[in-house]
């Protein structure tokens, strides 16, 4: 089972955001979950990476080649993926991946997660996704989805296409349930889908 997970090229102002990328890495690797993820050393994506490696778990990054000029890559890496830009870079993670999570992050990781929640509502990708909202980072964007849905632009069923939690275990419960279920009715050509 592989997990992309979008997050952070910073740490941020918070000690919670560090220790939630450390649990979450520690719980991948006692699962045997493989992390797929943007491949760089900086920030929360740098802590969780060394955090799955440093328990023996694998990790896949896929960065793009400017940020390789720019020695922004992870250096011990499993495996990684050099990929011109950022749109090839989030089309083979998640190629790669089976369920996604966001972590705090800033608007590259709002980007990544926006474009998979996009792709599940038009039916192109039926993999699960969560958000980690730790220490409530993502109190404002799910409001946002709530007044959306009572908007009218955003139907219920599409604002609950989340699992959310705060905390590593309890989402990737969830996550994994949710995989699990996708995968055994899932038609042989599902998962990533071009539209008709």
Do not use: W
Not at 3 to 9: L, S
Not at 31 to 50: C, E, F, K, N, P
Not at 66 to 88: D, I, N
């Amino acid at each position: 089972m592989r997990i992309c997970v979008f997050c952070g090229g910073l740490a941020g102002h918070r000690h919670d955001y560090a220790s939630a990328a450390r649990h979450l890495g520690e719980q991948l690797t006692e699962r045997g979950i493989t992390l797929v993820y943007g491949g760089s050393h900086l920030g929360l994506m740098g802590i969780l990476a060394d955090t799955v490696l440093a328990h023996g778990g694998e990790v896949t990054g896929v960065i793009p080649r400017s940020l390789m000029r720019e020695e922004v890559a992870h250096p011990s890496l499993s495996h990684l993926h050099v990929v011109e830009g950022l749109s090839e870079r989030k089309h083979r993670m998640i190629q790669l991946a089976d369920m996604f999570l966001a972590l705090p992050g800033g608007l590259g990781t709002l980007n990544e997660m926006s474009e998979v929640l996009t792709l599940a509502k038009l039916a192109h990708v039926d993999k699960p996704s969560g958000l980690l909202n730790t220490a409530g980072y993502y109190d404002d964007l799910l409001a946002f989805t709530r007044h959306a849905a009572s908007e009218g632009f955003l139907s219920p069923s599409h604002a609950e296409l989340l699992i959310i939690g705060d905390q590593p275990a309890d989402v990737l419960d969830r996550l994994l349930a949710s995989a699990a279920i996708t995968t055994d009715n899932r038609r042989p050509d599902a998962g990533l889908r071009r539209p008709p």
